[in-house]
Nanobody, 123 residues
Framework: QVQLVEAGGGLVQAGGSLRLSCAASGRTFSSYAMGWFRQAPGKEREFVAD????????YYADVVKGRFTISRDNAKNTVYLQMNSLKPEDTAVYYC????????????????WGQGTQVTVSS
């Protein structure tokens, strides 16, 4: 298990941008695929994006395709989520999570989770 700490959340106007980061501790970061999830008040946690351990492969939820970009820098033990063209419905607590490489990007396979960072998009 790795320790994950999210940062970069805040309040932005609709149409604006934010860049979230997730810093990981531990020597095995490069052996984990990483994902971003979000949870709005009164709603279930939902998948946002995933990136393979190498950073070569990415996968996005349909609702964020074309607006969000996930990336990672294994040398810095950090994964990022660049969020552009933000909408009020993007308002949620955003979590990063880790899963072992070569596993499916199902929520059940993410074994380590960060504490979350709040993103609020005003209209």
């Amino acid at each position: 298990q790795v320790q994950l700490v999210e940062a970069g959340g805040g309040l932005v106007q609709a149409g604006g941008s934010l860049r979230l980061s997730c810093a990981a501790s531990g020597r095995t970061f490069s052996s984990y695929a990483m994902g971003w999830f979000r949870q709005a008040p009164g709603k279930e946690r939902e998948f946002v994006a995933d990136i393979s351990s190498s950073g070569i492969s990415t996968y996005y939820a349909d609702v964020v395709k074309g607006r969000f970009t996930i990336s990672r820098d294994n040398a810095k033990n950090t994964v990022y989520l660049q969020m552009n063209s933000l909408k009020p419905e993007d308002t949620a607590v955003y979590y990063c999570a880790a899963r072992p490489r070569f596993t499916l990007s199902s929520m059940n396979n993410y074994s380590c989770w960060g504490q979350g960072t709040q993103v609020t998009v005003s209209s």
